[in-house]
């Protein structure tokens, strides 16, 4: 008869779901000396669905050798995460002490994907080849290479079947969408992590090869895959952790402009006259560009009266007389030629009566060497001629006047020439105050262009700091609108929390006792378990169980009865902690029993894998529950049969 619920002693039973068998779990795990149709098989391993125990012998009375440790229960572990998509299965010495004893030992495994086997092989060394196939026995995996896929693509199946049937998602602070690896680290945690924080699931020192998520992305990564987290919240989570980001780079930016503003308004305001206060206020632009602006036209006003103030009338003069001077000179030169002609003219009045007779035949013959020559100017005779001598006196009068005229006109070029020079002086010596007065107006009209500087750079920095706190106040709003709007999400989905916090609570009290019990919270960092007060000062053990343990068999409780969409496929890697008492170490292995109880004369929907060194209760320490035991005592009880 099947049986339709769970904790049937309860007063409110929780139904089990119609699902056939898992999404994604393991029938058989082989490890052989080489990838050869007649390679040695060194260890198989059958699992089923439902409980599977990896145990070790126990200690027969007075044995004291070691049975249970370093037997090969975390590397069967890892082996099933290494075929289920990590990268590696060991920490980098084990694996070569591996490599050492077995270089060509493969690990093969049938795995169910929704409805389809899979066969997949992997070498036991680093940096081999590995391969998938779908197939139902795994001697299918050593086939010739034309017949195998390439290994993503039966990760891409598994990330099909589990993570792409679930809302799209960002994880925040990974930056990228959940991979099927990030779920497996939940579903199957390192055994270094010691089972001490239920969203901690990685650590460097195990080299699984995906890294450990930080901050809120492994509660939020819970919440997605147990379907209490919707698209609409997360996409407000995103999307308000990206406003968040702006929200903090705004009130940076408007902390550092109000730094930038209060250092420039003391100076300013002196410069301006103005109070700081009032330099602060809103009509602090207007006021300060009304000041700068009447500065500066003053100054600008004032050098032009420089420019057409007294020198401009000494200048005036200077040119005036400098023109006087030359017109002068002008005139004198004149003068002087006028004068000249006329004393050449009296010259050749004062020769005429003294020119010899005129060669008939060459007027170009005389003979300077011959002086008995008539035509010699010695042998000429002056030629009486009584209107040349009235021509010569008139001349002589004319050349007195002309001196006389060139004499006064010196005398007045000396004198507009001092003039000039006068005028030049006094021009320069105005030109020179002028400067230093323009000078000066030139460098207080410097300084207001600086204060002009300084005022814009305040004026934009205040405008940025307004534009800024403008800013910050709709990113304010739009925060508060996403709370509000990713509230109402939660409470969409408030009845799935319930159902899951209702497991975790009777795994909890399953665990612990009755009386114990807990919830599991969500807020905008996901789901947290939260067991009863008293838990937490119960020891690192009984927090472990109550709090990691309890926590991921509710989880396995509620996806059985329906909720959310993890694959029911769960491994625990040696949970119990030293000082765990064995009365409560059973009651793990009891609940887990009793999940598969549940389902009648059905197949199990849930693979629940645990290995572990303390002893099982003795209903469950031999077949069908117990898949493997193994013996450090001898080499045939290791998983591989060989020491390293």
Same mark, same amino acid.
């Given at each position: 008869?099947?049986?339709?619920?769970?904790?049937?002693?309860?007063?409110?039973?929780?139904?089990?779901?119609?699902?056939?068998?898992?999404?994604?779990?393991?029938?058989?795990?082989?490890?052989?000396?080489?990838?050869?149709?007649? #390679?040695?098989?060194?260890?198989?391993?059958?699992?089923?669905?439902?409980?599977?125990?990896?145990?070790?012998?126990?200690?027969?009375?007075?044995?004291?050798?070691?049975?249970?440790?370093?037997?090969?229960?975390?590397?069967?572990?890892?082996?099933?995460?290494?075929?289920?998509?990590?990268?590696?299965?060991?920490?980098?010495?084990?694996?070569?002490?591996?490599?050492?004893?077995?270089?060509?030992?493969?690990?093969?495994?049938?795995?169910?994907?929704?409805?389809?086997?899979?066969?997949?092989?992997?070498?036991?060394?680093?940096?081999?080849?590995?391969?998938?196939?779908?197939?139902?026995?795994?001697?299918?995996?050593?086939?010739?290479?034309?017949?195998?896929?390439?290994?993503?693509?039966?990760?891409?199946?598994?990330?099909?079947?589990?993570?792409?049937?679930?809302?799209?998602?960002?994880?925040?602070?990974?930056?990228?969408?959940?991979?099927?690896?990030?779920?497996? +680290?939940?579903?199957?945690?390192?055994?270094?992590?010691?089972?001490?924080?239920?969203?901690?699931?990685?650590?460097?020192?195990?080299?699984?090869?995906?890294?450990?998520?930080?901050?809120?992305?492994?509660?939020?990564?819970?919440?997605?895959?147990?379907?209490?987290?919707?698209?609409?919240?997360?996409?407000?989570?995103?999307?308000?952790?990206?406003?968040?980001?702006?929200?903090?780079?705004?009130?940076?930016?408007?902390?550092? *402009?109000?730094?930038?503003?209060?250092?420039?308004?003391?100076?300013?305001?002196?410069?301006?006259?103005?109070?700081?206060?009032?330099?602060?206020?809103?009509?602090?632009?207007?006021?300060?560009?009304?000041?700068?602006?009447?500065?500066?036209?003053?100054?600008?006003?004032?050098?032009?009266?420089?420019?057409?103030?007294?020198?401009?009338?000494?200048?005036?003069?200077?040119?005036?007389?400098? =023109? =006087?001077?030359?017109?002068?000179?002008?005139?004198?030169?004149?003068?002087?030629?006028?004068?000249?002609?006329?004393?050449?003219?009296?010259?050749?009045?004062?020769?005429?009566?003294?020119?010899?007779?005129?060669?008939?035949?060459?007027? %170009?013959?005389?003979?300077?060497?011959?002086?008995?020559?008539?035509?010699?100017?010695?042998?000429?005779?002056?030629?009486?001629?009584?209107?040349?001598?009235?021509?010569?006196?008139?001349?002589?009068?004319?050349?007195? #006047?002309?001196?006389?005229?060139?004499?006064?006109?010196?005398?007045?070029?000396?004198?507009?020439?001092?003039?000039?020079?006068?005028?030049?002086?006094?021009?320069?010596?105005?030109?020179?105050?002028?400067?230093?007065?323009?000078?000066?107006?030139?460098?207080?009209?410097?300084?207001?262009?600086?204060?002009?500087?300084?005022?814009?750079?305040?004026?934009?920095?205040?405008?940025?700091?307004?534009?800024?706190?403008?800013?910050?106040?709709?990113?304010?709003?739009?925060?508060?609108?996403?709370?509000?709007?990713?509230?109402?999400?939660?409470?969409?989905?408030?009845?799935?929390?319930?159902?899951?916090?209702?497991?975790?609570?009777?795994?909890?009290?399953?665990?612990?006792?009755?009386?114990?019990?807990?919830?599991?919270?969500?807020?905008?960092?996901?789901?947290?378990?939260?067991?009863?007060?008293?838990?937490?000062? +119960?020891?690192?053990?009984?927090?472990?169980?109550?709090?990691?343990?309890?926590?991921?068999?509710?989880?396995?409780?509620?996806?059985?009865?329906?909720?959310?969409?993890?694959?029911?496929?769960? *491994?625990?890697?040696?949970?119990?902690?030293?000082?765990?008492?064995?009365?409560?170490?059973?009651?793990?292995?009891?609940?887990? %029993?009793?999940?598969?109880?549940?389902?009648?004369?059905?197949?199990?929907?849930?693979?629940?894998?645990?290995?572990?060194?303390?002893?099982?209760?003795?209903?469950?320490?031999?077949?069908?529950?117990?898949?493997?035991?193994?013996? #450090?005592?001898?080499?045939?009880?290791?998983?591989?049969?060989?020491?390293?």
């Amino acid at each position: 008869m099947s049986i339709t619920s769970l904790f049937p002693d309860d007063p409110e039973p929780l139904k089990v779901a119609e699902r056939a068998e898992p999404t994604v779990w393991i029938r058989r795990l082989v490890v052989v000396s080489n990838r050869t149709p007649d #390679a040695t098989v060194l260890r198989a391993v059958e699992f089923r669905t439902g409980l599977n125990i990896i145990r070790v012998a126990e200690r027969p009375q007075d044995d004291t050798r070691s049975i249970g440790h370093s037997v090969g229960k975390t590397l069967l572990a890892r082996f099933i995460r290494y075929c289920l998509g990590e990268t590696y299965f060991a920490t980098a010495e084990t694996a070569r002490a591996i490599v050492r004893k077995l270089p060509t030992a493969h690990v093969l495994a049938e795995i169910r994907v929704t409805d389809k086997w899979w066969v997949v092989a992997r070498p036991l060394r680093d940096g081999g080849e590995s391969w998938a196939m779908i197939a139902d026995n795994w001697r299918a995996g050593l086939a010739t290479e034309s017949e195998r896929l390439r290994y993503p693509e039966f990760v891409d199946a598994v990330t099909t079947a589990v993570v792409s049937a679930l809302p799209a998602f960002q994880l925040p602070s990974a930056g990228h969408a959940p991979r099927w690896v990030d779920l497996l +680290g939940w579903l199957a945690r390192d055994y270094e992590c010691h089972y001490q924080q239920p969203n901690q699931w990685r650590v460097a020192e195990a080299r699984s090869g995906t890294a450990q998520l930080e901050q809120n992305d492994p509660g939020l990564l819970m919440s997605w895959a147990l379907g209490v987290l919707d698209t609409t919240e997360i996409r407000e989570q995103a999307a308000r952790k990206a406003l968040q980001k702006d929200q903090a780079k705004a009130k940076r930016e408007i902390e550092r *402009l109000d730094n930038e503003l209060d250092a420039l308004r003391p100076g300013l305001a002196r410069s301006l006259g103005l109070d700081e206060a009032k330099l602060a206020g809103g009509m602090y632009e207007s006021v300060g560009k009304a000041m700068i602006e009447s500065r500066r036209t003053n100054l600008t006003n004032l050098l032009k009266d420089f420019e057409t103030g007294g020198s401009k009338g000494l200048r005036e003069e200077s040119i005036r007389t400098a =023109a =006087a001077v030359r017109v002068e000179e002008r005139d004198i030169e004149r003068l002087q030629g006028i004068r000249d002609t006329t004393r050449d003219q009296i010259r050749l009045l004062e020769d005429a009566g003294r020119l010899p007779p005129v060669n008939p035949f060459d007027v %170009h013959s005389r003979c300077p060497r011959e002086t008995e020559c008539p035509f010699h100017p010695s042998q000429v005779t002056p030629i009486s001629d009584p209107t040349r001598e009235i021509r010569l006196a008139a001349k002589r009068e004319e050349l007195a #006047a002309l001196d006389e005229q060139l004499a006064e006109r010196n005398r007045q070029l000396a004198e507009f020439r001092r003039q000039a020079a006068d005028a030049e002086t006094q021009e320069f010596t105005e030109r020179r105050i002028q400067e230093d007065r323009a000078r000066g107006t030139n460098i207080a009209l410097g300084q207001v262009e600086q204060i002009a500087t300084q005022f814009g750079e305040y004026t934009t920095a205040q405008k940025q700091r307004d534009a800024e706190q403008e800013k910050l106040n709709t990113l304010v709003t739009k925060i508060d609108e996403s709370l509000k709007t990713q509230r109402a999400a939660k409470g969409v989905h408030a009845m799935r929390q319930l159902r899951v916090s209702d497991c975790f609570d009777r795994a909890v009290r399953a665990l612990l006792g009755s009386e114990v019990g807990g919830k599991v919270v969500l807020d905008a960092r996901g789901l947290h378990p939260e067991p009863h007060g008293r838990i937490a000062v +119960g020891g690192a053990a009984i927090r472990s169980l109550g709090t990691v343990l309890a926590f991921d068999l509710g989880c396995l409780a509620a996806t059985i009865i329906g909720v959310g969409s993890l694959p029911g496929f769960w *491994l625990h890697d040696s949970p119990r902690d030293a000082d765990i008492e064995p009365v409560l170490y059973d009651r793990l292995f009891q609940f887990a %029993h009793e999940l598969e109880q549940a389902y009648g004369d059905r197949q199990p929907a849930f693979q629940y894998i645990v290995t572990t060194t303390t002893p099982p209760p003795a209903e469950l320490g031999q077949w069908p529950f117990a898949r493997l035991t193994l013996d #450090a005592r001898d080499d045939a009880g290791l998983l591989l049969g060989v020491r390293w």
